[in-house]
């Protein structure tokens, strides 16, 4: 028999369901057949006869044929994995040449046979190795030994020769000075140093590449509902500031005798640019405050009759938002943990108490029933101080009704501000009330209006006439409030 082809080794590629692969070149014993199957990344299992495949044709000179176990386990080659079938032959010389016997022709060529094979696996093996050229004037490639290359890279020095490199320029030769700065940085911070370039930047959907103080860094991606805003050195993200007294909504109501009902809403804070939102609608009664809707909100004390009562948003720095009722316009006992607040508007109780009934729009603020808060038969021609039922501490726009009665006089209505001047007909500040009666035998004639006038700090306005006595009669129908705008 004649050993015809020099291959050795033959690889097939799995296709799920071919369980059949030849053989192509000649074995003499189905142990001479190495059987490994490698998967899609690599990994090699070498497979056993009888487990995981059977062999048939040894010693024909054509070959044979393996056939894929499929039970009771499927092992057929998938998609991505390869079936590499090698020819080993042991390394013995098996053959017996007894002195003075018959020459054992057969034995004799399978002797050969085997030999052939065992160089066919050697010259398959050398193809498949690392070799110089044959013009190379190497003699020799001898590794360090074990202990001298153990942890280092396999490289060439200057001549050509293998060394155990630890990764500088001196050992691993064909490498700029540059690279070999950066083979021996010890972490990535300094390898970035080296390359001059910024840390990870994209670490996470979001993050920004911005300009540091020192050069190019990351910028984390904000928390919900924040915005990117430029600070002193470099960008950064921060909740949305709100604009400087802005407020909407937070309108009030009476709830019922004791209670407020306060819409939801958003101002800005005194401190000018952070937001106090009520996402929904409140209740507060003039009980001692408890946080949360539905319970008391009265910072000090208790309720008292005749009063007026300043009302607040106020807030944690967390985001915990409430509502609190004081009769200090600027400095309400805060509770623990609340620091800041925004005047939304002030209620008044009558002598019960309870709360004067009200109505609000926008800002304006409008008395259910308005009370009569001057009825004088007197007024002359000194300035008259009036004091409107309106809230206190603070300037409001009053709305109110005035009503004069005389055969004639003039009156002037103004703010405290204002300078004190005499009503005339034809110099400033002229007048806005005017009654006069011309028929002969009358005794009174009536003008009437409705102002919208600034009162002082106390409610307070002005009337004067220009007679001696004068009947002036004044109903506060409400007042606009500036709810923390100007404040």
């Known amino acids: 028999m004649t050993v015809s082809t020099s291959t050795s080794r033959v690889a097939y590629t799995g296709d799920g369901a071919t369980i059949s692969f030849s053989v192509p070149f000649l074995f003499l014993e189905d142990g001479h057949i190495t059987i490994i199957l490698r998967d899609s990344v690599g990994g090699e299992t070498a497979w056993e006869a009888g487990t995981h495949y059977t062999l048939s044709g040894a010693g024909n000179e054509a070959g044979g044929t393996l056939t894929v176990v499929t039970s009771p386990t499927d092992h057929t080659p998938a998609v991505g994995q390869s079936l590499v079938i090698r020819r080993i032959v042991p390394e013995t010389q098996g053959t017996d040449y007894p002195e003075g016997g018959e020459f054992p022709a057969k034995a004799h060529e399978q002797a050969l046979d085997k030999l052939t094979m065992i160089a066919h696996q050697h010259a398959e093996r050398l193809d498949r190795a690392i070799q110089v050229p044959a013009s190379d004037t190497a003699t020799t490639l001898d590794l360090p030994i074990e202990s001298d290359r153990a942890g280092k890279f396999f490289a060439f020095d200057g001549g050509g020769n293998p060394v ?60 919900e509902g924040q915005i990117l805003r430029q600070g002193a050195d470099q960008a950064a993200w921060a909740t949305p500031v709100a604009l400087r007294g802005y407020i909407d909504g937070l309108i009030l109501s009476k709830s019922a005798a004791t209670t407020v009902g306060i819409a939801a809403g958003l101002g800005c804070a005194d401190d000018g640019e952070t937001g106090l939102t009520l996402s929904s609608a409140f209740t507060k009664t003039f009980s001692a405050f408890t946080e949360g809707t539905g319970t008391g909100g009265l910072d000090t004390g208790s309720i008292a009759n005749s009063t007026w009562y300043h009302v607040f948003v106020i807030g944690k720095t967390d985001g915990t938002r409430d509502v609190l009722f004081s009769t200090s316009l600027a400095s309400p006992t805060m509770p623990s943990g609340y620091t800041l607040k925004r005047r939304i508007g002030s209620v008044l109780t009558d002598g019960t108490p309870n709360i004067v009934s009200f109505t609000q729009v926008g800002d304006e603020f409008m008395w259910a029933d308005p009370p009569a808060d001057l009825d004088t038969s007197s007024l002359g021609t000194t300035s008259l101080d009036i004091t409107l039922t309106v809230p206190t501490g603070l300037p409001v726009l009053a709305v109110f009704n005035g009503s004069v009665q005389r055969i004639q006089a003039n009156v002037v209505l103004r703010p405290k501000a204002q300078n004190d001047e005499a009503p005339d007909d034809n110099a400033a500040p002229f007048n806005n009330l005017r009654a006069i009666n011309s028929e002969p035998g009358a005794t009174s004639a009536r003008d009437a209006g409705q102002f919208r006038m600034v009162t002082d700090t106390n409610g307070r306005i002005v009337a004067r006439s220009d007679a001696s006595t004068t009947d002036l009669m004044i109903a506060t129908t409400g007042w606009v409030d500036p709810r923390g705008k100007n404040i």
Do not use: H, Y
Not at 189 to 200: F, K, V, W
Not at 203 to 222: Q, W
């Open 164 to 223: 155990a490199a630890v990764g500088t320029s001196a050992n691993l030769g064909p490498v700029s000075s540059f690279i070999d700065t950066l083979f021996n940085d010890a972490d990535a911070a300094t390898a970035r140093a080296t390359l001059g370039a910024e840390q990870d930047v994209f670490t996470m959907r979001g993050d920004m590449l911005i300009e540091g103080a020192v050069g190019p860094e990351r910028l984390a991606k904000g928390g």
